[in-house]
C-alpha cells in the first residue's frame, strides 16, 4: 500500500521564552525504537539486532517523513520485551516488543500507511497483534478505578520487575 495523499499538514507557531517565534510542523504521530541501551539491539549481550536500516529506509521510501516522526532513541522502559519500538497516532499508543525482523518493521510501516489512508487511528492488524502491548496504563486505568476490576489487576499476587518494569501475574 502506498498512500498517494495525506491529509493536509497544519503548522504552528511556537514561541519560544526569548520571544522568537517557529514555525511547527504537527505530525500524526511519532513513531520510536530502542536501540543500544541495555537490552535492544545489544548482541553483545545476547539480544537480538535491531534492523536500523530497514526502519529509515521503509519511513523516507513511503515519504512519511512529515506525517509521522521517526526516532531512533534510547530505552522506551519493558526493557524485558526486547526489542521494543512504541507508536503514537492520533493521541493513540500502541507498543511493539520483539520487533527484530525487517519484515516486522515493514508489516509497522504498513499499519502506519493504512492509518493514513483511514485518516484514523486503527487497531493493529492480525499479523501484528501478538507483537502489541499497553504500555501506558490509559486504557485499563478507569477499570481499575471503576466498579469493575480487570482479572488480574486487583487483588491478584503481582512479581515486580522494577528493573525492566515489568510485572507478572
Ligand atoms: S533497553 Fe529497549 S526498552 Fe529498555
Not at 539486532?49 to 531512533?72: C, F, I, S
Not at 497483534?129 to 478507569?142: E, G, Q
Request: proline share 5%; with cysteine.
Amino acid at each position: 500500500m502506498r498512500c498517494e495523499v495525506f491529509s493536509v499538514m497544519a503548522t504552528i507557531k511556537v514561541t519560544q521564552p526569548d520571544g522568537r517565534m517557529v514555525d511547527v510542523i504537527q505530525r500524526r504521530g511519532h513513531l520510536s525504537y530502542c536501540y543500544g541501551a541495555c537490552c535492544c539491539g545489544r548482541t553483545d549481550r545476547g539480544y537480538a539486532a535491531v534492523p536500523v536500516d530497514t526502519y529509515k529506509g521503509e519511513w523516507l521510501k513511503r515519504k512519511l517523513r512529515k506525517v509521522v516522526h521517526l526516532t531512533k532513541g534510547g530505552c522506551l522502559g519493558p526493557c524485558a520485551l526486547a526489542n521494543v519500538a512504541s507508536l503514537e497516532f492520533d493521541g493513540q499508543s500502541v507498543f511493539f516488543q520483539s520487533i527484530s525482523e525487517p519484515s516486522q518493521i515493514q508489516m509497522i510501516f504498513d499499519y502506519i500507511e493504512a492509518m493514513v489512508a483511514a485518516d484514523r487511528f486503527l487497531a493493529p492488524p492480525p499479523e501484528l497483534a501478538a507483537f502489541t502491548f499497553d504500555y501506558y496504563d490509559w486504557n485499563s486505568r478507569d477499570q481499575r478505578n471503576g466498579d469493575v476490576a480487570p482479572s488480574g489487576a486487583i487483588g491478584s499476587e503481582r512479581e515486580v520487575d522494577t528493573d525492566a518494569g515489568i510485572e507478572r501475574t
